[in-house]
């Protein structure tokens, strides 16, 4: 139950946080707060849920930390504008999940296409939403 994950989403052990985190049953409202925790790994996992609101995400996309960045730009659940930020990140694995994402925009997508390294740019082929060349 909720209440129950609630509860667990508070306990002292990051690694009963993470699974908490990463619960397909855990509420929005709790992934909120998980998405604020002190532990970068705890962060993470919430950046990965889909169930995570749209505004803990935009707070994830600017965390200090790479991997809770690139969960966040994974997520499916993360605002168009908010990819777009993601796409800027000086970290090529972000830049790799902002291309990925299917929510990405196609102009972000378009940027992403030029990058520098080739794996973005091998993401953002990959992205069905990629527009064709003109």
């Known amino acids: 139950p909720a209440e129950t994950l609630a509860e667990l989403a508070e ?3 990051w690694r009963v946080r993470i699974n908490a985190a990463s619960n397909p049953n855990t509420s929005a409202e709790t992934l909120a707060e998980l998405a604020k925790d002190r532990d970068w790994y705890v962060r993470s996992y919430a950046a ?5 609101p749209a505004e ?3 707070k994830l996309a600017k ?3 790479r991997i809770v960045r690139s969960n966040a ?3 499916p659940n993360t605002p168009a504008e908010t990819l ?3 796409a800027k990140d000086e970290d090529i694995y ?3 999940s902002a291309a990925s994402n299917p929510n990405t925009p196609a102009e972000t997508l ?3 296409s030029k990058d520098g390294d080739w794996r973005v740019r091998s993401s953002a082929a990959s992205n069905p939403n990629t527009p064709k060349k003109q």
């Open 48 to 52: 990965g849920n889909p169930n995570t």
């Open 11 to 13: 306990d002292e052990d």
């Open 94 to 96: 972000v830049r790799c």
């Open 56 to 58: 803990a995400l935009a």
């Open 63 to 65: 965390d200090r930390d």
């Open 73 to 75: 730009a994974d997520n």
């Open 84 to 86: 777009a930020e993601l």
């Open 110 to 112: 378009v940027e992403l």
